[in-house]
């Protein structure tokens, strides 16, 4: 019995933390971290203030953890997984999509991270380290892959791997954070075929 309640109660412990951290990604998204007190994020979540302390001591570690929680792209080591086999030509559509639709699904911690993480190095600093630089070094692995296997052209993996993410962030910005889904809409499947494109085959004409 001792050990049943002691789960129940790690469940319920955790399903508190996704509650407030829920709450907190919708109301930095909508007013800011700076502008949001922690009366304000608790009442978002439907808890008194008292309680949020007990799982967030303050709410710089409430933003950590957040991002922590809602990655960019939760998925991306599924992702690379399931195409490690696939050769450039295949895996490398398949890989656009799986990550376009994930970002925009995340459009809220986009919108988090610009606000509050890139714009403040400290912060812009342990996120690259503890997320962007794992993820980055995930892809530049598959990359890395097929160019010793003579399917792609040689380069720095790393650098490869960056500029696909590169292009699918820039997209994001503009087209869900910006505007331009209003004011110039693109398709879905004209963003994942226009980056799959440029970045298999390059933009430039043979010559």
Known sequence: MPRVAAARHDQYAEARRDQILE??????SRKGFAES??????????LGKATLYLYFPSKEVLLQKLVDRYRLVPDVAEMVEAIRDRPPASGIPVLVEGIWRQIK???????????????????????????RLPGRNLLASYFETWIKR??????????????????????????????GK???PLSDDTICSAVTRIFLEGAATGR
């Open 182 to 184: 209003e004011l110039a």
């Open 23 to 28: 709450a907190a990604l919708h109301l930095f």
């Open 37 to 46: 007190s922690v009366d304000e994020i608790a009442a978002e979540a439907g």
């Open 105 to 131: 699904e995340q459009k809220e911690v986009a919108h988090v991270l610009v606000r509050e993480i890139f714009s403040n190095p400290r912060r812009a600093r342990l996120y690259t380290e503890q997320i």
């Open 150 to 179: 003579g399917k792609l052209k040689r380069g720095d993996p790393a650098v490869m791997a960056q500029c696909l993410f590169g292009m699918l962030w820039y997209f994001l910005q503009s087209q869900e954070l910006m505007g």
